[in-house]
């Protein structure tokens, strides 16, 4: 099957492959679905960084979301009928070995912010310029959950206004930085490690086989914690792994993955892990860190929950939307906010808590660029 008859296939439509895209600088691809309250402000802010080029794959939204992106001349909009469940990793990489091949492509969700050393100056031409010099590939960053001041019911967001501004807060520790389990972790190469924990695990996957020791504490504080290193050598990585068998057991299961690749060098045949938590190729990371600021906690949070419920189009047939639903009144009533929250106020409070990081050649990279 040529690439045009499997886009066609995947898509159900021709139009994903006619697209007109400019011939230069970072695009992003999108899949979405009812998100006309976020796009705005989403827009706005890939806008700013630089982004040249939009494509949003819309999965027939009947929010207004069509309406909405229709005629703005840096969106390509494709519609389509086919399940998300099925076809999120192929959707991605059809478009990018169709028209992004070596090509810096950048895979947020409506509901992520992508920020890194360096912003709101530095834009993402200019980052993709640095991570070419250093031979670098692709961007690894956490996403970390944004929440409100108060509790959710109060909360009244309008499309356009900031994300940042209706939802200023973040859990600042409880991450771990460790592999992922069995043949997952395998088969998906890029990155080592991911990172998971934060406010996902603090209200609502906490379940482990069984409670935490000694061990388990120091491990996680040291070799597994956001401040620490992938091992370089094969050695290396094989320790890596045994010590994380060990504590395995005691952390959540099932555990929501909060880290992903999402600004990567586009090499053609490229395969994502569902979403861009992994790839599955091995390629050359920066030492660097972005992060994605994700505000899913607006107040749309309940009719989204009870939405993802009842389109099962989600991993595990939206299993951990049943933690979400779990939880809902407590959080409409109390909201997220607990002693360890920290406000946002940017990159620097993100690389206070080991969320982002700077390495010294980017700082210098910074420096000259900036002519001091």
């Known amino acids: 099957m040529t690439l045009s008859e499997q886009i066609t296939e995947a898509f159900g439509t021709r139009a994903a492959d006619r697209l007109t895209l400019p011939g230069d600088g970072v ?18 802010h890939y806008r700013a960084l630089g982004v040249r080029h939009f494509i949003v ?50 895979f947020p969700d409506v509901d992520e912010l992508l920020v890194y050393p360096g912003w709101p100056d530095l834009s993402i031409d200019a980052l993709a310029g640095y991570l070419d010099q250093g ?25 356009g206004d900031s994300f940042q501004d209706a939802c200023p807060w973040f859990d600042g520790g409880g991450y771990r ?31 482990a086989k069984r409670p935490a020791n000694a061990l388990d504490r120091l491990l996680l504080s040291t070799v597994f914690s956001l401040h620490a290193r992938v091992p370089e050598t094969r050695p290396g990585r094989k320790l890596d792994h045994l010590l994380f068998k ?29 979403g861009v938590h992994g790839i599955d190729r091995q390629v050359t990371v920066a030492p660097d860190w972005g992060v994605l600021l994700h505000f899913k906690y607006l107040d749309d949070f309940r009719s989204k929950v009870t939405e993802a419920l009842a389109r099962k189009q989600h991993t595990d047939n939206a299993g951990h939307y049943l933690d979400y639903n779990s939880r809902m009144d407590g959080l409409m009533e109390e909201g997220l906010r ?35």
């Open 27 to 44: 695009v992003a691809v999108i899949l979405a679905y009812n998100e006309a309250l976020r796009f705005p402000h989403f827009l706005k």
């Open 57 to 106: 794959v819309d999965n027939m939204s009947n929010d207004g979301t069509a309406a909405l992106l229709d005629g703005q001349a840096d969106i390509s909009v494709i519609r389509t009928a086919n399940p998300y469940r099925d076809y999120k990793s192929v959707w991605r990489q059809l478009i990018c070995d169709r028209y992004l091949q070596d090509r810096w492509v950048v």
């Open 135 to 159: 031979g670098y590939q692709a961007l690894f960053t956490p996403m970390v959950d944004m929440y409100p001041e108060g509790p959710l019911k109060d909360l009244s967001y309008r499309a």
């Open 177 to 207: 930085y460790n592999p992922l389990k069995g043949s997952h972790g395998k088969r998906y190469r890029t990155p080592a490690r991911h990172v998971f924990g934060g406010t996902r695990e603090r209200l609502f996957h906490q379940q």
């Open 246 to 274: 060990l504590i395995k057991n005691a952390l959540p299961s099932p555990a929501a993955v909060q880290s992903k690749v999402p600004l990567l060098k586009w090499q053609g045949g490229t395969v994502f892990s569902g």
């Open 338 to 372: 607990y002693p360890g929250s920290v406000r946002f106020t940017g990159a620097d409070a993100l690389i206070a808590c080991g969320l982002m990081r700077e390495s010294d050649a980017m700082k210098r990279w910074r420096k000259q660029a900036a002519g001091t």
